[in-house]
Nanobody
Framework: VQLQAFGGGSVQAGDPLRLSCAASGRTISNYGMGWFRQAPGKEREFVVAINWSGDNTYYADSVKGRFTVSRDNAKNTVYLQMNSLKPEDTAVYYC?????????????????WGQGTQVTVSS
């Protein structure tokens, strides 16, 4: 599975942004998916996970209520809608695929990673 995250950019605080993660090589319809981010000088951290069907999600406290994850298995794509962005959301955002059906926030349980897309939020 190859994952490509895109949709990042430079925005102002309070603006929205939607990231997409397109998968190729095989279907991800039975994979759990996750979004992670890495800010400059910091370790990569969990953002949100979604199970194979999209009816189970788990958010990091820092994004809960502002970010929404969804997936379209017919398009082999996962989305991350980010609203009310803050400067502290500035990071490279990565999508990842877990070959199980579950929701998980453990990075080690993900099998495939995309290359990342930069999100910069200015105040």
């Amino acid at each position: 599975v190859q994952l490509q995250a895109f949709g990042g950019g430079s925005v102002q605080a309070g603006d929205p942004l939607r990231l997409s993660c397109a998968a190729s090589g095989r279907t991800i319809s039975n994979y759990g998916m996750g979004w992670f981010r890495q800010a400059p000088g910091k370790e990569r951290e969990f953002v949100v996970a979604i199970n194979w069907s999209g009816d189970n999600t788990y958010y990091a406290d820092s994004v809960k209520g502002r970010f929404t994850v969804s997936r379209d298995n017919a398009k082999n794509t996962v989305y991350l809608q980010m609203n009310s962005l803050k400067p502290e959301d500035t990071a490279v955002y990565y999508c990842a695929a877990d070959r199980s059906y579950r929701v998980t926030w453990y990075q080690d349980q993900y099998d495939y990673w995309g290359q990342g897309t930069q999100v910069t939020v200015s105040s």
